[in-house]
C-alpha cells in the first residue's frame, strides 16, 4: 500500500530527520477529582484541531502507562497501567500531524516512529468522518516477544495465542480507561476506537509479532475549542 493509498500526508522528512521529544515532567495537581473525572468520562467524536500543550501531552501519556515507581514487581519498574506478568507488552504510538512517535515511558521522551500525518488510518476505515483534525492519535500496539520473555510468571498461558490475546487486550483496556479518565480532568474529549491495522503496521514497520490493535483519539472538544478561541 503506498502512503497515498493509506491517505499519509508526506511532507518529504525522513523520520531520522525529527527530533524525539522530550515531555515536560507530569504535573496533574490541578486536575479534577476523581470523583469528578469519573463523572465526566465519556467518549466525545466531535474533536478540534486545538492542539495540546506539551504539559498536557506529558500528563496524558504518563496517565496511560508511565512509570510511577522505581521498583515494580519481578524486579522492573512500575506503570500506571497493569499487565500480564509486568510484561507491560503494549506500546503506545503517538501519531501527530508532523510525525509518528513511541512513546518510551522509561524515558518519558517521544520517539520518532514515522514522518509524515498518519492521524487518518490511526482509526477504521468505515470511522474517518469524525475526529480526524484531531491533534493526537494513540495507537496501541501489543508486543508479543514481551509476553513470551517477560521477567514475571512464566505460565504456559503466555506462550498460547489465545491467552495473549485476553491478556493483550485486556491490558489495552486498563491503558485506554487511565487515559479516558485523564482527559475527562483535563476538560479534554476521547474516543476510543478501531483503526486501520494493516496500513498501521506498514507504515510504521512492525515486526510480525507485532500487533496493532486499537486507536485513541484525544483533543479539545469543538464547543471548548471555540469558546477558547
Same mark, same amino acid.
Given at each position: 500500500?503506498?502512503? =497515498? ?18 515531555? @515536560?515532567?507530569? %504535573?496533574?495537581? %490541578? ?19 486545538? #492542539? ?5 501531552? %506529558?500528563?496524558?501519556?504518563? +496517565? ?6 522505581? #521498583?515494580?514487581? $519481578? ?23 508532523? +510525525?509518528?512517535?513511541?512513546?518510551? @515511558? ?5 520517539? @520518532? ?14 470511522? #474517518?468522518?469524525?475526529?480526524?483534525? +484531531?491533534? &493526537? ?10 509476553? &513470551?520473555?517477560?521477567?514475571? $510468571? ?10 495473549? #490475546? %485476553?491478556?493483550? $487486550? ?50 479539545? @472538544? ?5 469558546? =477558547? +478561541?
Amino acid at each position: 500500500m503506498s502512503e =497515498a493509498d493509506a491517505g499519509v500526508e508526506n511532507s518529504g522528512m525522513r523520520v531520522g530527520d525529527i527530533r524525539p521529544i522530550d515531555l @515536560p515532567r507530569q %504535573s496533574l495537581r %490541578s486536575s479534577a477529582s476523581l470523583a469528578q473525572a469519573l463523572r465526566r468520562r465519556r467518549t466525545t467524536r466531535e474533536l478540534s484541531d486545538r #492542539k495540546l500543550s506539551p504539559q498536557i501531552l %506529558s500528563n496524558l501519556l504518563w +496517565a496511560a502507562c508511565g512509570v510511577n515507581r522505581a #521498583k515494580g514487581p $519481578f524486579g522492573g519498574v512500575g506503570r500506571t497501567a497493569a499487565s500480564a506478568s509486568n510484561s507491560q507488552e503494549i506500546d503506545i504510538y503517538v501519531a501527530m500531524p508532523d +510525525a509518528t512517535y513511541l512513546y518510551d @515511558p522509561r524515558r518519558h521522551r517521544l520517539t @520518532p516512529a514515522a514522518a509524515g500525518d498518519h492521524r487518518r488510518m490511526a482509526i477504521g476505515r468505515g470511522q #474517518k468522518a469524525s475526529g480526524d483534525a +484531531a491533534p &493526537v492519535r494513540l495507537i496501541y500496539v501489543a508486543d508479543i516477544d514481551k509476553l &513470551v520473555h517477560t521477567s514475571g $510468571f512464566q505460565e504456559p498461558g503466555l506462550h498460547d495465542v489465545e491467552v495473549q #490475546k %485476553s491478556y493483550y $487486550f485486556v491490558d489495552t483496556g486498563l491503558i485506554a480507561g487511565n487515559v479516558y479518565l485523564c482527559a475527562a480532568s483535563a476538560g479534554l474529549a476521547a474516543w476510543f476506537h478501531n483503526c486501520d491495522k494493516a496500513a498501521v503496521s506498514a507504515a510504521l514497520g512492525l515486526r510480525a509479532d507485532q500487533r496493532v490493535l486499537f486507536g485513541q483519539t484525544v483533543g479539545y @472538544p469543538i464547543a471548548r475549542a471555540r469558546a =477558547a +478561541a
